[in-house]
């Protein structure tokens, strides 16, 4: 990115692209069938050809996999099946030269049950590591201490496995302990896996559950808003609480303030991944709040619904004031593509969002696939995700994480074992980045100039916003001599430029055409035109909306 461009005092990271990698399946190095650091690092000349600035991984470290790597056994070491701390020392290195940067995922409100902290814990109630964790006696009928739930299914609660009579806190898998961020020991633990990355070379940190931390010191029970019926999915049950006593509670953003302190000397962003559903709750992360900024984690989830979908990304980017980060897709939901309406109509909607997500204040990340129109994979063997296999096979979260398609080779090229992690449907040539890199009008090379905007034209994220014109489902905004039109509607939309013009994108091919001085912006579509003349000069002259859908 063009860091010259950036307004004094605007932090580095505002404007830039990133790109999410679920390190499992983005691409095998050493045929074990499981993605690794090596992988990425092979890929490095891709992604940096395709325009981005920051990579996400999620996590590597030591893990007994129950939840794809989110139950952590060790916090600074590299899981064998990902490579060794050498590898991870070369990814940085290699993005480095490349002037690229890597977030790292994580992962404070729990650990692994396998962790030393926890293997401690349970082995000795005296031990100082007892009360890392979050142990409470039964209630009076024996039963768990609360009414929490998990998000994964059942009781927030489990026995202590070594017969204390007390039950440990987990809000996801029995096998991730809540860890108690009250026992300032904690602070200190994690003051020292910030700083051992940070001194790696890491440049930030997605922090999972950031909304999770700290619990009600009298774990009392969260008010319950529904009737919970059998056969539930878990995340209707979660729903059907209140989460006041166990997340969001106003201690958490305090913990951030000091992590700031830690990270700060390296200017290292904290990108906080807060499941929270309005805006006031949001903000209190990312305004003063320790955090840079957080996903706008609704957009991930929101199927095509237009006008929801606008005035969420207007309220945040009015709110959020640059703490934003947005994305179509990540490896917890359904992809954009899938969820937009699948084939040719979800990719085109997703590039429409996606290019009004480039210009808007914050960082903006690409979900691995993304670029390549990936809809939901098919899977053909066993699935993977807790959520299916520990809730007799609710609907999960593997059709997110299928292997990259690379080639139409065996496995798509992703691994040269017989099979992946994760075993998936093959997908055509014209899916996978050989049949897309480098090929005039694919979604690859359409990704490459939609995130070269950002490069090219700086403008775009860094001049005041200015909204134009806004309808239920259509924005024309102004950033400096550039407009974005973003036409969400099913229907064109009617545009007049008064003054020179150039198209400087469109998100798919032929989405905007005219004559005279009108142009028609076909449904489904974002446009970027700017004022410029060649030289460089703004060109004078306001636009008007001319008849907005027809
Ligand atoms: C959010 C992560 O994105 C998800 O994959 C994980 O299962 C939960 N947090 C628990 O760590």
Redesign the pocket.
């Known amino acids: 990115m063009d860091r010259s461009a950036l307004p004094a005092g605007r932090a580095w990271w505002r404007g830039a692209t990133g790109y999410e990698i679920y390190i499992r399946s983005f691409l095998d190095s050493d045929g074990d069938g499981m993605g690794d650091l090596a992988g990425i690092t092979a890929k490095l000349d891709v992604l940096d050809r395709l325009g981005v600035d920051v990579l996400w991984i999620t996590p590597f470290y030591p893990s007994p996999g129950k939840?794809?790597g989110?139950d952590v056994a060790d916090y600074i070491g590299i899981d064998p099946a990902f490579g060794t701390l050498d590898d991870f020392d070369q990814l940085v290195q290699a993005a480095t030269d490349r002037g690229m940067r890597i977030f790292v995922d994580i992962?404070p409100?729990?650990s692994s049950d396998q962790h030393p902290w926890f293997q401690h814990a349970i082995a000795d109630e005296d031990s100082p590591y007892r009360d890392y964790y979050l142990f409470r006696p039964a209630a009076a009928n024996g039963g768990p201490p609360n009414n929490w739930v998990s998000h994964f299914g059942g009781p927030a609660w489990t026995l202590d496995p070594a017969g204390s009579g007390e039950y440990y806190c987990h809000l996801?898998l029995s096998e991730?302990p809540d860890l108690n961020w009250a026992n300032p020991a904690v602070m200190e633990e994690f003051r020292e896996i910030l700083t051992f990355w940070c001194e790696r070379g890491v440049d930030g940190f997605r922090i999972?559950?950031a909304h999770g931390l700290t619990k009600d010191p009298e774990f009392r029970n969260n008010p319950q808003v529904r009737e919970v019926t059998p056969g539930m999915h878990p995340k209707d049950v979660f729903a059907s609480f209140d989460h006041v006593h166990d997340l969001h509670r106003p201690e958490t953003t305090k913990i951030f303030e000091t992590w700031r302190t830690v990270v700060e000397p390296y200017d290292a962003v904290l990108l906080g991944?807060m499941d929270v559903r309005n805006i006031e709750r949001f903000t209190e992360y990312v305004g003063g709040g320790g955090l840079d900024a957080g996903f706008v984690l609704k957009l991930a989830s929101s199927r095509w619904e237009p006008a929801t979908i606008l005035s969420d990304l207007l309220t945040y980017e009015r709110a959020a004031l640059g703490g934003a980060a947005w994305a179509v897709s990540?490896?917890?939901q359904p992809r954009a593509v899938s969820r937009y309406g699948d084939g040719q109509v979800g990719a085109r909607r997703a590039a429409a969002v996606t290019t009004l997500m480039l210009a808007l204040d914050g960082i903006t990340f690409l979900y691995q696939g993304d670029e390549l129109g990936l809809p939901d994979a098919v899977l053909t063997g066993v699935a993977m995700d807790p959520v299916s296999t520990r809730n007799g096979g609710a609907a999960g979260?593997d059709c997110a994480r299928g292997p990259v398609p690379w080639d139409s080779t065996a496995v798509n090229g992703f691994t040269t074992a017989p099979v992946a992690w994760l075993e998936t449907a093959p997908l055509p040539e014209s899916l996978t980045a050989q049949g897309q890199i480098g090929e005039a009008g694919s979604t690859w090379e359409r990704y490459r100039a939609m995130l070269d905007l950002r490069r090219r034209l700086p403008d775009l994220w860094s001049e005041p916003f200015e909204i134009f014109d806004r309808q239920a489902t259509s924005l024309v905004i102004f950033r400096g001599p550039l407009t974005v039109i973003a036409n969400l509607d099913d229907k064109a939309f009617e545009f007049v430029p008064e003054g020179e013009f150039h198209i400087e994108f469109e998100s798919h091919a032929g989405a905007v055409g005219g004559d005279g001085g009108h142009l028609r912006i076909e449904p489904e579509a974002t446009i970027v035109l700017s004022r410029r003349e060649p030289d460089g000069h703004a060109l004078a002259g306001l636009a008007e909306v001319a008849h907005g859908h027809r």
């Open positions: 939840d794809q989110y992962v409100n729990h996801f991730q999972d559950v991944e990540n490896h917890d979260r």
